[in-house]
């Protein structure tokens, strides 16, 4: 089956940086589309941003957009989310989620097939 495992969280002070690296195997990496989602405490999971196959890319919104950087290697079939500038609200379990077939969208949990048990981002103030 196909496992992916995130790696990359902790803890940071706000206006820093992190980044995540989301690892895949089982599978055919390239053949995927990747997106990353995040669950802050008592909220819903968030889209944060989608890399597909071609490498064409869609963010979540302005919360994320100019901070946030999502990114691919095939090679090491990993995907990144690199974090700039964090903020307290940034504060979340952020998870990557695998679409191994075109299902429509990328910004919905119910278009991706495999994700990872996520990794907890803590900014402090």
């Known amino acids: 089956q196909v496992q992916l495992v995130e790696s990359g969280g902790g803890l940071v002070q706000a206006g820093g940086s992190l980044r995540l690296s989301c690892v895949a195997s089982?599978?055919?990496?390239?053949?995927?589309?990747m997106g990353w989602f995040r669950q802050g405490p008592g909220k819903e999971r968030e889209f944060v941003a989608a890399i597909r196959r071609s490498g064409s890319i869609t963010y979540g919104g302005d919360s994320v957009k100019g901070r946030f950087t999502i990114s691919r290697d095939n090679a090491k079939n990993t995907a990144y989310l690199q974090m700039n500038s964090l903020k307290p609200e940034d504060t979340a379990v952020y998870y990557c989620?695998?679409?191994?077939?075109?299902?429509?969208?990328?910004?919905?949990?119910?278009?991706?097939?495999?994700w990872g048990q996520g990794t907890q981002v803590t900014v402090s103030s």
């Open positions: 989620a695998a679409q191994r077939k075109d299902s429509g969208g990328y910004v919905s949990i119910r278009q991706y097939d495999y």
């Open positions: 089982g599978g055919t990496f390239s053949n995927y589309a």
